[in-house]
């Protein structure tokens, strides 16, 4: 098969042929009435796979050009100066989390004891970091039907301990950055934005339009095949704060102090020639660890596909925004029975889906038997009440380990009255339109 061919000339011909693959295999299917309708699911074309395959004639495996290629990308998308690329959403808010406990922060480290204020309605990786480290996570209410945190019930989350806010944007719809900003920069607390289900979503602040995920300290993303973008599994962390970026990188690289780049010895000419901690001088820095750490990188085949990913993502929030308004629209006159979703004030949503909340005398059970009977799949908002689950029976039982603010009146009826649907960017018209009718079916019944 390559007889003739050097290695480039091979590599080519592969690559080609994988193209040819995809085109005739993969992505072949339209949707028939009938067929089931995710609420979420992969797009992508040859371009993802040619570069999966690329990377893979390579066997680097690891991060490498790949890596460093979507890093930039994905910076530059965003507008941010530092993106750490890991291997998943919920790493993401790891790394970003214990960034904020490292002792280059000085009086501003977390500490095991600190409170971080967040919110119970939503996914359990946006607290565990907290939970896991010692921290105690401080549970506020949400709005209706916003499905964000309550800011005027901050003030009344705040202690002496508190540290830091850690928070989503629920389904693609910004919580209230400005005034969330401004309690922190008031009470000199860090801001984690938990991106991973808003990528692409934009809100205006002090007159300027910025996206999710960077307006705060630190900003997480997931690359989960449901997600804005995919890699598969993937996330990524990014930050303005060349400090908070230095700890990120040492707790996302096992710890290390070292800032080598994986299969690079001594790029800071330094490898021989200091003396840290109380090991002796010239301990090799490749093996010196300035914090407690892990290994989060992400390989790089995972951010070969992702490179193919950004290139198509603004296409891709386009579409959600068209699905989301098209199923409003097609839900239109069920306001008596149903409670519809709203953008929040000065945003522009990336919606991740479509959430809608079950009014008295509309049974969300009932409504939710009928849509999946009709093959169309749905979705609770998460944990609904995390502080209902089972991880949480040892904490309830103490009564330690975290605290309410206030009730979680709303964040219960999430829990009891609220479901949602997919709007991603491979879903056409007739698909939310057949949606539509049929949750209008479902709530007549």
Known sequence: MFENM??????????AEVAEYCDKYHNTESYKDGDRIPYARRVYGSEEMVNLVDSSLEFWLTAGRYTDQFEKAFGEYLGVKFVSLVNSGSSANLGAFMALTSPLLKDRKINRGDEVITVAAGFPTTVAPVIQYGAVPVFVDVTIPQYNIDVSKLEAALSSKTKAVMIAHTLGNPFDLKAVRDFCDKNNLWLIE????????????????????TIGDIGTSSFYPPHHMTMGEGGA????NPLLHKCIRSMRDWGRDCICPSGKDNFCGHRFDKQYGELPLGYDHKYVYSHFGYN???????????????????SFVERRRHNF????????GLEDKLILPEAAENSRPSWFGFLITCKEGTDRNKVVKYIEDNKIQTRMLFAGNLTKHP??????AT???????????NTDRIMNDTFWVGVYPGMTDEMIDKMAQVIREAVDQ
């Open 399 to 409: 009564g330690e380990g975290y605290r309410i603010a206030g009730t979680l009146e």
């Open 391 to 396: 991880c949480f029976d040892e904490m309830r």
């Open 237 to 240: 962390i990014y930050t303005n």
């Open 325 to 332: 308004d098209r199923l409003k629209a097609g839900l239109s």
């Open 296 to 314: 989060l990188k992400a390989t790089d085949l995972q951010a070969a596909v992702g490179c193919a990913q950004i290139v198509k993502f603004p």
């Open 6 to 15: 050097n290695e480039q000339q091979a590599r080519e011909k592969i690559l």
């Open 194 to 213: 938990d991106n991973c289900d808003a990528l692409g979503s934009k809100y205006t602040i002090d007159g300027e339009e910025k996206f999710t995920g």
